[in-house]
């Protein structure tokens, strides 16, 4: 009897002349860039450094585009914005202790995030692996261990002939659900060692799918069908999965009314009669969502953020659909549907009963117009007129990407993506600096349309040296630098707290002055002339750089009992 596992592809003859003949003047990082390609891989980012020169060099061999940053943290940034854009794992080349460190923040927000970035960083030699105290230059006694508890899997080669297979199971790691950032560590001798290992020619590109197990989305389906009050929380696996236009099926059938999470923006449509927008930090928001008899909650773990801090309290069945199983039930009792949000959805779509309810139309519009009485009484204009101004000017099909500032967690509530996988910030993790390099990834993963990035004065400082990459790529990118003179929020939060802040102020440069001096126009705007100065930007070939001196203030919480 032959099974089909016993199968095996012959190598056909030119497969095998060249196997028997790789080309003379190989190393180990050429194995890691065909690998690559083979895998389906276009564009890598990354630092060279001393022990990855031979993966480096190899890039010059090979059709691979090389895009790189000034800072390792900013090229994980980049690279984390070309995966969520391409769904792609955007390959990020490093190098070893210090280079290799400083993408960890940038790996910690991809984690958060969910999306797929293939570091591959070489190592001190082989011989001073095991942890001695060889006093290699960059030498940690386990370099892998920094990256454990960041990224979703860590695969270490000692050998040439591992190069391929580690990178494949890597790439496979970083594309299944939940997609998530994926470690590979190769010694400096193993990359610069001249190799006889024949091309590699292809790879397994396709990761595993997770599909929900079918009693359980029956039952589901049974409660979505039989409910008085049900309502959806549609989360960043929405988005991630490519499931809006499911989503959008669902809740029709159900006539469920549907709130995103700050990661979920786009995935339900802003202005559709069953939308609640993504007012989830906001009492009333809350009530709604907590008097649900069934709550459907998709592709969100129901985190701080997506829980109003933690003061959401379901009284009503939970239905949990979650890629990531440890986020499954890790903060509310539920059905636990461990599966992706497209297959889980479609799972539904085929089960459920289709629902009449015309009240529940009327139920959205009375809590979102009690959002906007609340927001009105605040008397904050100003911000409201700002994102509004953004609104406008930022084309409908174009991503944006949002730093840690003031005006970003307003667009968490009251922006409108305008569509799927269009606005994109740093929620997951919360770390500085994310806005611009991200859009900078984001730009060379599609050049056909502006990004737009946004970031305060104090994040912008973080990032400030890709002003280089930008123009030395010419990336159309548009930067907004909201500069209140200090960390905004923060100074914010300390003087609600204690009386007065500390720590806030910033001596800051000028913004327009510092981007013309790497060859990037820049322009001081105001509120009154932001739409129009930020639409001329944006709509111009290249990078650019609007800054607008502004005090923004954020709208009371109310998760503080207050």
Known sequence: MTHDHDLVLRPTAAQTEAALNPPPGRNGGDLVVETLAGLGATTVFGLPGQHALGMFDALRRSDLRYVGLRVENNAGFAADAYGRITGEAAPLLL??????????????EAAAASAPVLAISSQIP???????????????PDQAASFRGVVKSVHTVRTQSQIPSAVEAAWKSALTAPHGPVWVEIPQDVLLAETTIPVVTGGDAFPEDLPPRPELTAVAADLLSKAARPAIIAGGGVVRADASGKLKQLAELLQAPVVSTPGGKGAFPWTHPL????????RHTTDFLED???LLVLGSGLGELSSNYHTFKPRGRVVQIEADLGKLES??????IHADARLALQALLETVTRRTDASAPERVR?????????????????E????ASVRKALPADSPSFWDMTILAYWAWSAFDAKGPNRMHSAQGAGGLGYGFPAALGAAVADPTRPVLAVSGDGGALYSIAELATARQYDLNVTWLIVDDGGYGILREYMTDAFGRATATELTRPDYVALAES???????TTPETLESDLAKALSAPGPSVVVLPAVLRMFAPTHLGK
Do not use: C, M
């Open 366 to 382: 009375a809590v979102l117009a009690k959002v906007g009485e609340r927001i009105a009484a605040q008397q904050l204009t100003l």
């Open 275 to 282: 939308s609640l927008q993504s007012w989830i930090e906001d």
């Open 331 to 336: 903060n509310h009792p539920a059905l636990g």
């Open 384 to 387: 409201q007129e700002v994102l």
């Open 518 to 524: 790497f060859g990037v126009s820049g322009v001081r």
């Open 126 to 140: 082989t011989a001073g692996l095991g942890g001695g105290r060889h006093g290699y230059l960059h030498e940690l």
């Open 292 to 294: 649900a008899d069934v």
């Open 95 to 108: 190098s070893t202790g210090p280079g290799a460190l400083t993408s960890l923040a940038a790996l910690q």
